[in-house]
Nanobody
Framework: QVQLVESGGGLVQAGGSLRLSCAAS????????MGWFRQAPGKEREFVAG????????YGERSVKGRFTVSRDIAKTTVYLQMNSLKPEDTAVYYC????????????????????WGQGTQVTVSA
């Protein structure tokens, strides 16, 4: 079992930055690959970025590459999503999720492969 708590969301103007945090507790942090997903109103939840058990980062949406950075602090058992140059289309509820894939370098894109989810944090970007 692992518990996930996101924080750091809020309202920001276009071009601004936010850093989301996902604090994990429970089983050994490095057992899990961690993913960040987002869900905008009326849209399906989509994979944004993730970090594998081995520490490799992966980005899903082409639109976030170069603007978002995923990282982790093993000592703090926390995963971060640094979001720069935010756009109104980044407005969504952001979720972190955890899964224990068989391969250390794997970060699933499919939300159905994740076993644990946080409660979500709202990010709103105004034009």
């Amino acid at each position: 079992q692992v518990q996930l708590v996101e924080s750091g969301g809020g309202l920001v103007q276009a071009g601004g930055s936010l850093r989301l945090s996902c604090a994990a507790s429970g089983r050994t942090f490095t057992t899990y690959a961690m993913g960040w997903f987002r869900q905008a109103p009326g849209k399906e939840r989509e994979f944004v970025a993730g970090i594998s058990r081995s520490g490799g980062s992966t980005y899903g949406e082409r639109s976030v590459k170069g603007r978002f950075t995923v990282s982790r602090d093993i000592a703090k058992t926390t995963v971060y999503l640094q979001m720069n140059s935010l756009k109104p289309e980044d407005t969504a509820v952001y979720y972190c999720a955890a899964t224990a894939p068989a391969f250390a370098f794997s970060t699933p894109f499919n939300e159905n492969e994740y076993d644990y989810w946080g409660q979500g944090t709202q990010v709103t970007v105004s034009a």
